[in-house]
């Protein structure tokens, strides 16, 4: 079936440091690729999408990167700050599925001044 | 002006009784959902109804029970609780059966 596999948190890391959270996903046909944030305490925003391979989602200077011969959607940031300490969680839709999302285990993110 | 909203935040009960969530969007979409967190915060999907029709009906114990009564509101209702039915409930909306999800704030249900 469809999945999502992160790599395990927690990660920590200092300001200012390069972050790369890894996703690789299984699918049925062609999903689309999603990173959702959720802060202490909230909801899930969307941070980011990509609907196609090679297509590159960003925001809030992080990216991701569609990538289908590795089936792949790595999140990276240059730069972290403190207020970036949230979990994490790459996701995706198949179509066809009613916009169901299938969520990775989340990642959780800790960033030390 | 939440644009999803959720009720209550928190919901603490006893093992076999019967509860609630409510849930509102003021987005004007027309397709909603339940997505249930478990304590390690893995999430998945529960329901999903688009135009008050259910479309998505995940392997769930038929204890659970959703209900769109508009499109601006899906609730849900779970019936004889158990301990295992604690976790955050979240609540989401999109345009429509495709596009961005907008979550809810979460229920957080204690099961005692």
């Known amino acids: 079936g469809d999945s999502v596999t992160q790599m395990e948190g927690p990660v920590t890391l200092s300001e200012e440091a390069f972050l790369t959270i890894n996703c690789t996903y299984t699918?049925?046909?062609?999903?689309?690729l999603f990173w959702y944030v959720q802060y202490p305490g909230e909801g899930l925003q969307l941070l980011l999408k990509?609907?196609?391979?090679?297509d590159k989602g960003s925001n809030k200077g992080f990216e991701a990167t569609y990538r289908k011969e590795t089936t792949s959607f790595h999140l990276e940031k240059g730069s972290v700050q403190v207020s970036d300490s949230a979990v994490y969680f790459c996701?995706?839709?198949?179509?066809?599925?009613?916009?169901?999302?299938?969520f990775g285990a989340g990642t959780r993110l800790a960033v030390h001044p | 002006d939440t644009a999803v909203s959720q009720t209550p935040k928190y919901l603490v009960t006893q093992m076999g009784n019967d509860k609630s969530i409510k849930c509102e969007q003021n987005?004007?979409?027309?397709?909603m959902y339940w997505y249930k967190q478990d304590s390690k915060k893995f999430l998945k999907i529960m329901f999903s109804?688009?135009?008050?029709?259910?479309?998505i009906n995940e392997t769930v114990p038929n204890r659970f029970s959703p209900k769109s009564p508009d499109k601006a509101h899906l609730n849900l209702h779970i019936n004889s609780l158990e301990l295992g039915d604690s976790a955050v409930y979240f609540c989401?909306?999109?345009?429509?059966?495709?596009?961005?999800?907008?979550f809810g704030p979460g229920t957080r249900l204690t099961v005692l």
């Open positions: 987005l004007g979409h027309d397709t």
């Open positions: 990509a609907t196609k391979a090679d």
């Open positions: 109804y688009n135009n008050k029709e259910l479309i």
């Open positions: 699918a049925t046909g062609y999903p689309s």
């Open positions: 996701a995706l839709s198949v179509p066809g599925g009613y916009n169901k999302l299938i």
């Open positions: 989401a909306s999109s345009p429509s059966a495709s596009g961005e999800q907008f």
